[in-house]
Structures are given as C-alpha cells and as structure tokens.
C-alpha cells in the first residue's frame, strides 16, 4: 500500500473537544501510571497517566503538559495527563491518554470520514472474535449494502524518528496476536488495522522494526494476504482533535 496525505475536509470540525486543561510542567512519570507535574501556578500535583507502554519519546521531564481536572470526590488522583509537547520537528501536542483513540475513531466512523471503508450501516464496539471468541475486536461494521463485514482494530502511535510515526515503540505480544487475528478472519471478512498517529507532525507510518521485529514481518504478512492498514494522522492540541487523512506507508 501506497497512500497520498489526503486532505478532508471534514477535519474543519473538531471530532472531540477537550474538558477544561491545566497547564504545567512534566516532573517525572514513574509506576507506570503516575506522573508528577508543576502546574503553572506552583503547585505540585501527583496525576494518573492512562498509557501503560513505555512512552518512547514522549515522556520527558521538563516537558509542557496539559492535566485534565475530574469533579469526581470518589477518585485518589484528581488530575489526569492528557497532552505533552514534544519538539521531535518543531513544537507538537501529543496525545497520550490511550482511552481516547477508540472514542475519537467511534466518532469518525459514524461520521463515515474513511472513505476507503466503503459503505456501512452499523457501527459496533468491543465485539468478541478469535480463537474461541475469547478476544474482541475495537470495531465491527455491517449493513445490508456490504459484501462482507469490516473487523477494525485500533493502534494508538506516538513513537516518530523525524516525521515517520511508527508503532509499535516496544515489544508487544498482544499486538502480534490481534495482526494474526485479524489475517484469520480472511477472506470471509475485511480486516482492517487503523493506527491512529496521535500527533499531526508525522507524515509517513511503519512498523517499528527495531522495537519489535516480529511485528514488522508479521505486519507485511498481514499486508500481503490482504489485511488493509490505515495509517490516519490526527491533529492534537489544548482545543481538540481533528483528522486529517491518511499518512503515507513508507514500508513496502
């Protein structure tokens, strides 16, 4: 797959507005789900980082951050990491809250902003698939019009050398299994992998070779028995999320 950046229009509108943010500084990320920041008017806060993975990249001390505030008194952590900029190709916002992605795609897709998924009636989330449907697909799109029903799997990316986003930026078992899932469902089905690079600096997408070896190949197999990747890059900052097309596969 060869892929064009593609302008859309409909990324003049926002897909998902952010709740009011709070500025600060990046002090240290620690246990996984801890972060400590300095927020711009001196306080020291103690906030919950919603990314398990390494964060290769985009988790420097010293860095811009925006938290997210929760009214709810039952939670231990008030504030939550949303946004850290980065200066990989100039100044960029990065999206590091993971339970974000499936919503924003959730809502493109009713939109219908992919094109290349064709025509589709039904929307479904977290539908069980697999080996003894034991795992569940982020996506499932159906409808009378279609020939065969679309399984849409969701990667978040942030990991980038220059202007190329690839994924992922660690070894991971768990996204070896859903490629190999994804190729088994062929060719009842469609099966497509969106990698949603969180950041509009990236240009071009690949597999992390270095990083994961394994789901390199794995994801040229992938590829070459007919699984389609869709690698959309999204503008991120203080105000929202927009899209805006599809990045470049810069590895076949």
Known sequence: ???????????????????????????????????????????????????????????????????????????????????????????????????????????????????????YLKVQSEVPYGQEKKSRVDFLLSGTEMERSIYLEVKNTTFVKGKLALFPDTETTRGQKHLRELMALLPDYRSVMLYFINRGDCMDFAPGDETDPVYGKLLREALSIGVEILPCRFAVSPEGIRYLGLANCSFV
């Not at 926002?14 to 500084?25: A, F, K, Q």
């Not at 964060?55 to 925006?66: F, H, L, R």
Request: net charge positive; hydrophobic share 35%; glycine share 8%.
């Open 1 to 119: 797959m060869k892929g064009q950046v593609n302008s859309v229009e409909a990324a003049t509108d926002w897909l998902y507005r952010y709740p009011e943010l709070y500025s600060g500084t990046l002090i240290k990320r620690y246990k996984r789900f801890f972060v400590d920041a300095k927020l711009d008017s001196g306080e020291i806060v103690t906030a919950h980082c919603p990314n398990t993975g390494p964060m290769t990249g985009v988790s420097t001390p010293g860095s811009a951050v925006m938290l997210s505030k929760s009214n709810n008194p039952k939670r231990k952590l008030g504030y939550t990491l949303e946004l850290i900029e980065v200066h990989d190709n100039g100044p960029t916002w990065v999206g590091v809250n993971t339970a974000l992605p499936n919503r924003v795609v959730k809502l493109a897709l009713e939109k219908h902003l992919f094109p290349e998924l064709g025509d």
